[in-house]
Structures are given as structure tokens and as C-alpha cells.
């Protein structure tokens, strides 16, 4: 055990894919971290059995209608208090007694919640990417006003930060980010019309929740990804790069002005990488499966098909727009990764309610923090409206 204090971790989306796994981590390292909140949207009765568990001072639902559910499952244990509701996650995020806050919540509801934790001084180990597209100018700086560390949790950022660390005086030329390609690589436009649901939530390499998933098929993932690397390294439109590697051996790479190349590699498991945002500066020994070049005899890479996966493109024209532009196609992503979950627009369909959002949205080259509230909402109301004329 160690002879320094627990790090406190309020952990926002306990009970998602990134969530879950969090918490393996902090299983696995015993005395180093301690939970002080947990949060999920509406899988009460996981949040519960979390908490009975970890016994946080506080736990938030945000479906209000399960609060009543999880004040009862939880009136045994009155260390913990049970909140409910946005409002509440955003006022926990930023409670004075914790050390760091992982976002693991998925979509736009992160922003304000890790806007608040960033202004109580804490630091963010990010794994809710959709808070640096919506608004990356604005999490920079304020990152920057209050002096907190931005620990990247996805394993394409982690990758580029792991890279980055000791290389402070060397200038990067590009970052190459690497995309499995999902499970649809190589088909063309008119075999993704055909694609199903059940299709595309089979991931080759990765176990994750649905919505990321689906955005992984469609390459939007990648898209989010490359805006998210902009802001977290401060790197202009053109020195970002995407290589297609089915084997999601290589998590990204830098190139350093001297044409060096430096890359993170390891087997396709996202414990690694949270355990490295939330122990940095530290690397904590652990039992995790280790790679082998062995067993991977080959290692492959190949360009992205933008014209085919067309989220791609869209989300470098939203880049390098700015403004609230890469606010909108997030929105209109959401709205219509949803829609695609309920059968009710195609594969391809999805990329057309993105680009037509785009054009209709108003768009504002300086958004404040309200203006991306209100672009977010606009985005969602035409988004919708596209998808229900085409019922």
C-alpha cells in the first residue's frame, strides 16, 4: 500500500463502459484511490450496488424519476447522499473534496459538469470527448486560468500524451491518430446502405457502449477524436492525421520535427489508459493481459476511405470552421445516432442529417458558453425535424 493519502476520484458515468472499468482499476489498486461521488443516467440499480459498495459521500441519478428508487435502495447508508437530476451533477463535479474528476458521462451532457469541476481547481481525466469538440477554446483556457491538468482518458490521446511527456522543449510537426476502421473496412456505399443495427454494434477489436460504437462504424468517432487531439495538444487544422490499423495495436503516434516518430502500443484494453490518467505522473504496476509482438506478427496500415465514411470528412470541415460548427455536427450526431438505434434512419442516413444540420444550424465564429447551450438545443430541434420528414 502506499504511505501517501488515497487520491480522491469523483467518477461521473459509473456505470458506462469507461465507468465500469474505472472501477476495476481502483479495485485493483488498493489504498491508492478512494471514490468520493458516482453518477450514472439511469441504470439505478448498478449505481446502487456501486455505492454500497465504494460508499461515496454522494451519488447522483440524473433520471429524476429514479431518484425515489435510489434513496430507498440507499436509506441504510446515510454517509452517502443521493442527489438527482443535471443541476445536482454539475454542483457535485464541483465539490471541494476530491482530487480529480474522471468524465466518463457520455455526449454533450459532460461539458457542464467538468466546466464546474475545472473551476473548483480540480483536475479533469477526460474520457468524455464531446466536451473538447463542443467547446474547445473555452476548456483550454479556462484549464489554463485555473492552472488544473486536462488527462486525456481515450487511448488515441493517451497514446499522443504518453508520447509527449519529457519531449517539452521539441516542437511536434503532426500526429497520426489510428482508427481500426470498424467493422464494416473496406465496403463500399452500397453495402453500407444495407447495414443493419445488429451490424454495426459489433466492434472487431474494442467492447463499448452503443452510441460509441455506432460512431465507430461510421468513422464519427475518429472525426471526434481529431478535434478532441486539436485542443488537448494545441495543434493547428493541418498537423492532425488519421492511418487507418485494423490490429489497434498502435494507439496514435507523433512525428517531431526531425521526421522521429514516437508511438504507444499495446493490447486494444481502455484499463490501461485510465489507470494512467489517474494515477499520473505515476505508472502503477498492474496485472493486465501484456502485448506480444509474437502474436502479432503483422502490423498493418492503410489511408481512411472519407469519400466512403463520409463522418470523417465532415468532421475536419467542422475543425476547420470552428466557431460553434463542430458544437452542431456533435449535436446532430447524437440525434441521429440515436435515430439509427431505433431503426428509424439508415447507416448512411446518419452522415445526411450531420451535413444538412450543418447548413441550417446559424452559425457564430466566437460562441460563449450560453451560446453553445442554446447552438446545442437548436441543433437537436432541426436534427430532429430532418429525421422526422423522413419517417
Not at 481525466?125 to 466536451?131: Q, S
Not at 494545441?234 to 521526421?259: A, K, M, R, T, W
Not at 470541415?317 to 460553434?324: L, P
Request: glycine residues 8%; contains cysteine; proline residues 5%.
Amino acid at each position: 500500500m502506499p504511505s501517501e493519502l488515497p487520491k480522491r476520484v469523483t467518477l461521473l458515468g459509473s456505470t458506462g463502459s469507461i465507468g465500469t472499468q474505472a472501477l476495476d482499476v481502483i479495485r485493483s489498486q488498493p489504498g491508492r484511490f478512494t471514490l468520493t461521488a458516482l453518477s450514472a443516467q439511469s441504470n439505478a440499480e448498478l449505481l446502487v450496488a456501486q455505492a454500497r459498495e465504494f460508499r461515496p459521500a454522494a451519488v447522483v441519478i440524473g433520471d429524476e424519476s429514479k431518484y425515489a428508487q435510489v434513496r430507498a435502495a440507499l436509506a441504510g447508508q446515510p454517509e452517502t447522499e443521493v442527489l438527482a437530476g443535471a443541476e445536482a451533477l454539475t454542483e457535485v463535479a464541483g465539490r471541494p473534496a476530491t482530487d480529480v474528476v474522471l468524465t466518463a458521462m457520455m455526449g454533450y451532457a459532460g461539458l457542464l459538469p467538468t466546466v464546474a469541476a475545472i473551476r473548483a481547481g480540480k483536475d479533469i481525466a477526460l474520457a468524455n470527448k464531446e466536451t473538447l469538440v463542443v467547446a474547445g477554446q473555452l476548456i483550454t483556457d479556462l484549464v489554463r486560468e485555473y492552472g488544473v491538468r486536462l488527462l486525456p482518458v481515450d487511448s488515441e490521446h493517451s497514446a499522443i500524451f504518453q508520447c509527449l511527456v519529457g519531449e517539452e522543449q521539441n516542437p511536434v510537426e503532426k500526429i497520426i491518430l489510428t482508427a481500426s476502421g470498424g467493422p464494416f473496412r473496406g465496403r463500399n456505399r452500397a453495402q453500407l446502405a444495407q447495414v443493419t443495427r445488429a451490424q454495426a454494434l459489433k466492434h472487431p477489436n474494442w467492447d463499448m457502449g452503443a452510441k460509441i460504437t455506432i460512431d465507430s462504424a461510421s468513422l464519427m468517432n475518429k472525426g471526434l477524436e481529431v478535434m478532441e487531439a486539436k485542443w488537448l495538444f494545441g495543434l493547428g487544422n493541418d498537423q492532425i492525421d488519421v492511418v487507418v490499423h485494423p490490429q489497434s495495436i498502435v494507439h496514435s503516434l507523433v512525428q517531431f520535427e526531425d521526421g522521429s516518430l514516437k508511438a504507444q502500443l499495446g493490447l486494444p484494453d481502455m484499463k490501461l489508459p485510465i489507470q494512467y490518467a489517474l494515477g499520473y505522473p505515476q505508472r502503477l504496476a498492474n496485472s493486465f493481459p501484456r502485448f506480444s509482438f509474437l502474436n502479432y506478427p503483422q502490423l498493418t496500415f492503410e489511408p481512411a476511405d472519407t469519400d466512403t465514411f463520409r463522418n470523417l470528412a465532415l468532421a475536419f470541415e467542422a475543425m476547420r470552421r470552428g466557431g460553434n460548427a463542430p458544437c452542431v455536427l456533435n449535436a446532430a450526431n447524437e440525434i441521429a445516432v440515436a435515430a439509427f438505434l431505433r431503426d428509424e434512419i439508415g447507416f448512411l442516413e446518419m452522415s445526411d442529417v450531420v451535413e444538412t444540420s450543418l447548413a441550417r444550424v446559424s452559425y457564430l465564429a466566437t460562441p460563449s458558453l450560453n451560446d453553445y447551450v442554446l447552438t446545442d438545443q437548436e441543433t437537436r430541434r432541426v436534427a430532429a425535424d430532418l429525421i422526422g420528414a423522413r419517417a
